[in-house]
T-cell receptor, first 110, second 118 residues
Framework: KNEVEQSPQNLTAQEGEFITINCSYS?????LHWLQQHPGGGIVSLFM???GKKKHGRLIATINIQEKHSSLHITASHPRDSAVYIC????????????FGQGTRLTINP | GAGVSQSPRYKVAKRGQDVALRCDPI?????LFWYQQALGQGPEFLTY????????KSGLPSDRFFAERPEGSVSTLKIQRTQQEDSAVYLC????????????????FGPGTRLLVL
C-alpha cells in the first residue's frame, strides 16, 4: 500500500463544476503539498499545508491531521484547470524527502 | 527572477549509453532535490543536496546513478549504461533554506528532462 493515496485517479467534468480531489496518507507528517503538473512535465506548487485551510483564487486546500486526509477543491472550474494534481507529504521521519501520490488527472470540458 | 532550469528537456539514448542531466537551481537556494517520475506515476525521490553535500541518496535505484553538486549550485545527475527501465521524467527542485527538522520549505520544480532509452 502506498503511503500517499489519491482519489479519483481520473476526473472529467464540465466547465463550471465544483471539483474535489482527495488525498489520504498513512504516516505522520509535518507538511503536505498540493502540486499541479501540466503536459510537458513542469510542476507548480499550489499549496503547502500543515493545518487547517488555505485559499488562493478558485483553489481551496484543507487538511485534517487527525484523520490523515487532505482535499483540494476547485470552484467554477475552467478548461485551463486541466492538469495532473499531485499530493505530496513530508513525513516527520525522513528529513526533506517528499513522498508523492500517484496524481489525479483532471480534464475540464468546455 | 529565473526559476529552476533543466537541460536537456528531452533526451533519447540507446541502451548502454551514458547520459548526464543538468539542473540549475534558483540562485541562492541551499537545497536541491532530484526526483524520477515514471509514466503515469507520481515522482519518486532520488537524492538530496544541501549546498555541495549529498545528504541523502537512498532513492538512487542502482549504482549506475550518480549525482553531484560540486560547487553547491548546479547539479548533474549521471546515469551510466542506461537501461530501458530508466526511461522517465527526471525532475529537479530547489528550496531556499535547508529546512532542518520539521521545518518545511516550499520546493520549486524545474520543467524536467524526459529521458527515453531505446
Amino acid at each position: 500500500k502506498n503511503e500517499v493515496e489519491q482519489s479519483p485517479q481520473n476526473l472529467t467534468a464540465q466547465e463550471g463544476e465544483f471539483i474535489t480531489i482527495n488525498c489520504s496518507y498513512s504516516v505522520g507528517i509535518s507538511a503536505l503539498h498540493w502540486l499541479q503538473q501540466h503536459p510537458g512535465g513542469g510542476i507548480v506548487s499550489l499549496f503547502m499545508l500543515s493545518s487547517g485551510k488555505k485559499k488562493h483564487g478558485r483553489l481551496i486546500a484543507t487538511i485534517n491531521i487527525q484523520e490523515k486526509h487532505s482535499s483540494l477543491h476547485i470552484t467554477a472550474s475552467h478548461p485551463r484547470d486541466s492538469a495532473v494534481y499531485i499530493c505530496a507529504v513530508l513525513p516527520i521521519q525522513g528529513a526533506q524527502k517528499l513522498v508523492f501520490g500517484q496524481g489525479t488527472r483532471l480534464t475540464i470540458n468546455p | 527572477g529565473a526559476g529552476v532550469s533543466q537541460s536537456p528537456r528531452y533526451k533519447v539514448a540507446k541502451r548502454g549509453q551514458d547520459v548526464a542531466l543538468r539542473c540549475d537551481p534558483i540562485s541562492g537556494h541551499v537545497s536541491l532535490f532530484w526526483y524520477q517520475q515514471a509514466l503515469g506515476q507520481g515522482p519518486e525521490f532520488l537524492t538530496y543536496f544541501q549546498n555541495e553535500a549529498q545528504l541523502d541518496k537512498s532513492g538512487l535505484p542502482s549504482d549506475r546513478f550518480f549525482a553531484e553538486r560540486p560547487e553547491g549550485s548546479v547539479s548533474t545527475l549521471k546515469i551510466q549504461r542506461t537501461q530501458q527501465e530508466d526511461s522517465a521524467v527526471y525532475l529537479c527542485a530547489s528550496s531556499y533554506r535547508a529546512g532542518t527538522g520539521h521545518v518545511q520549505e516550499t520546493q520549486y520544480f524545474g520543467p524536467g528532462t524526459r529521458l527515453l532509452v531505446l
